[in-house]
């Protein structure tokens, strides 16, 4: 894939997951507890990290984080999905050459669970509440089972598109 | 190969099992809703105390809540945040789950007198 292909295709994959972020943002919370999403957002950051490697996928995430804060939320918006995004991409990163195609539900977990690690830390060092960390426990959960799900939505992904990509 | 598969489904099995055990087994009592502003008590109310419903507003450097009050909950029903997560959250009425506004640094919890 030349550079120019490469960058059309990561560009695509940025305007993916920022319509499925701006898209998630509008479904009403499906428990009452705030920090628990599907994140389906991260099924494009993983499926660009598993075809395009680490660093396109990081590009994908910052832009997709910085235009979706831009569009939808405040500045301090931008700093905590910054700290979940930047802590899931280096977790990820570090992870997803141990696994193959088939498993990379196991880096999506992986992924989800810095996600929200990163979230919940940048939470208690802002409202300075550390009774805020019982939260935890309820977050890994979450983290599991909606990384497993969006894992598996990613590598289904990554199945169909990885055919076109190496045509490209 | 398949081994490991069943390695991580079970690793993670066990430990969002235990995640959600810690959650659902830890408290669910408390009847003080604690109103805190960056870590620091704002306000404390008595759930049980609360005969007819009122609001409580709470204005700070970095903005605007209205804390809602009524026997055994407590709720935001107003926030000028962008993000609205703390007034789609609706109400609480037991210690499990804190109610957190993010941009304000004001976080609501219900906790033992």
Not at chain 1, 104 to 126: D, I, K, Q, R
Not at chain 2, 12 to 26: D, M, P
Request: proline share 4%.
């Amino acid at each position: 894939m030349n550079k120019t292909k490469k960058l059309v295709f990561m560009a695509l994959l940025a305007a993916i997951s920022l319509g499925i972020w701006a898209a998630e943002a509008q479904i009403p919370p499906i428990v009452p507890v705030p920090g628990i999403k599907l994140g389906l957002a991260n099924i494009v950051t993983l499926t660009a990290m598993a075809l395009l490697g680490r660093r396109a996928a990081g590009d994908v995430l910052i832009v997709r984080i910085v235009l979706g804060s831009l569009f939808a939320g405040s500045f301090s918006a931008i700093l905590f999905s910054l700290a979940g995004g930047a802590l899931a991409w280096g977790v990820m990163a570090l992870t997803i050459g141990r696994f193959d195609d088939k498993k990379l539900w196991v880096v999506s977990v992986f992924g989800a669970v810095a996600h929200n690690a990163g979230e919940l830390g940048a939470a208690v060092v802002v409202t300075r509440t550390a009774s805020l960390l019982w939260y935890g426990p309820v977050l890994l959960a979450s983290g599991i089972v909606t990384g497993a799900f969006t894992g598996i939505a990613a590598a289904y992904l990554v199945r169909a598109v990885k055919p076109f990509v190496q045509r490209l | 190969m398949k081994n490991k598969t069943w390695f991580w489904i079970l690793l993670f099995a066990v430990l969002a099992a235990a995640g959600a055990g810690v959650y659902l087994l830890r408290g669910g009592g408390g009847t003080m809703a604690d109103i805190y502003v960056d870590g620091e008590l704002y306000k404390r109310v008595d759930l049980t105390a609360v005969a007819v419903p009122y609001d409580i507003p709470v204005k700070t450097q970095y903005g605007y809540n209205v804390v809602h009050v009524e026997h055994g909950a407590v709720s935001v029903i107003r926030s000028d945040c962008p993000e609205q997560i703390c007034v789609h959250q609706g109400a609480i009425t037991d210690s499990r789950v804190p109610i957190v506004c993010l941009p304000h640094h004001l976080v609501i919890q219900i906790e033992e007198p």
